[in-house]
C-alpha cells in the first residue's frame, strides 16, 4: 500500500506560480512511477504530467507543456508539480497517482494507476 498526500495547493492570480508537492508513504516509493492529474467542476479527470521511477522519463499533456515541470526526490518520497504561467483554465482538483512500475514508458489513463491522493485545489483567478 501506498498513502499520498498533496500539498501546495491554493489561490493565484493568472501569470502567476505554485508548486504542489505529494507526500508517499512506505519503503517503496522508488519503484512507482508517478503522475499527476486534475479535475475541474463538471469536467472528467484529466491528464497533467507523469514521470518513471528514476525521473528518467517524463510526459506532460500538450495544455500543460513547456508551462509545468514535474520532479521528485526518491530519498524524500515526494514528486513535485511546477507550474508557472497558470491561467484560469488550470483551475481544477490536482491529485497525484502512482503506478507500480520500472518501465520507462508512461501512462496518461487514470485507471492505469494503482493508488491516488485526496487532492489539492488549485484556483486561477484572472
Known amino acids: 500500500q501506498v498513502q499520498l498526500v498533496e500539498s501546495g495547493g491554493g489561490l493565484v492570480q493568472a501569470g502567476g506560480s505554485l508548486r504542489l508537492s505529494c507526500a508517499a508513504s512506505?519503503?517503496?516509493?522508488?519503484?512507482?512511477?508517478m503522475g499527476w492529474f486534475r479535475q475541474a467542476p463538471g469536467k472528467e479527470r484529466e491528464f497533467v504530467t507523469a514521470?518513471?521511477?528514476?525521473?528518467?522519463?517524463?510526459y506532460y499533456a500538450d495544455s500543460v507543456k513547456g508551462r509545468f515541470t514535474i520532479s521528485r526526490d526518491n530519498a524524500k518520497n515526494t514528486v513535485y508539480l511546477q507550474m508557472n504561467s497558470l491561467n484560469p483554465e488550470d483551475t481544477a482538483v490536482y491529485y497525484c497517482?502512482?503506478?507500480?512500475?520500472?518501465?520507462?514508458?508512461?501512462?496518461?489513463?487514470?485507471?492505469?494507476?494503482?493508488?491516488w491522493g485526496q487532492g489539492t485545489q488549485v484556483t486561477v483567478s484572472s
Open positions: 497517482a502512482a503506478k507500480r512500475s520500472l518501465s520507462t514508458v508512461l501512462h496518461s489513463t487514470a485507471r492505469e494507476y494503482d493508488f
Open positions: 512506505g519503503r517503496t516509493f522508488s519503484s512507482f512511477a
Open positions: 514521470i518513471s521511477w528514476n525521473g528518467g522519463s517524463t
